[in-house]
């Protein structure tokens, strides 16, 4: 599966967070993590942000079922023109066809 989190939390508890969701996603911006996860992998992680979370945390996530069901971009506006350009993030595509 494919998952995004990212969290709200009192800055003295960003660190935590972090170390922790490094562990399974990838560092995207700030409190903005995402990656591939098994099942098992999936729910290791929803363990250990249970330890972790208190009851003014927020956290959200976004999960699909495989890359294959999302696009992922960034989007900046150019300095020349001040147009919004999109641009893909690689490594959250996948070249391949499913039949």
């Given amino acids: 599966m494919f998952l995004l989190i990212t ?10 967070y972090k170390r922790f969701l490094l562990r399974y996603l990838t560092h ?7 990656g591939d996860l098994t099942e098992s992998e999936y729910r290791k992680l929803v363990a250990g942000l ?7 945390d927020r956290i959200l996530q976004f999960k699909a079922r495989n ?3 999302i696009e992922a971009a960034i989007l900046s ?4 023109n001040g147009a919004l350009e999109e641009k893909s993030l690689i ?4 070249n391949a066809t499913i039949i």
């Fill in 67 to 69: 890359r294959h069901n």
């Fill in 7 to 16: 969290y709200d939390v009192r800055a003295d508890r960003t660190e935590l």
């Fill in 77 to 80: 506006k150019n300095a020349g």
């Fill in 50 to 56: 249970l330890k972790i979370a208190i009851p003014e």
């Fill in 28 to 34: 995207e911006q700030n409190s903005v993590f995402a």
């Fill in 91 to 94: 490594h959250h595509s996948m």
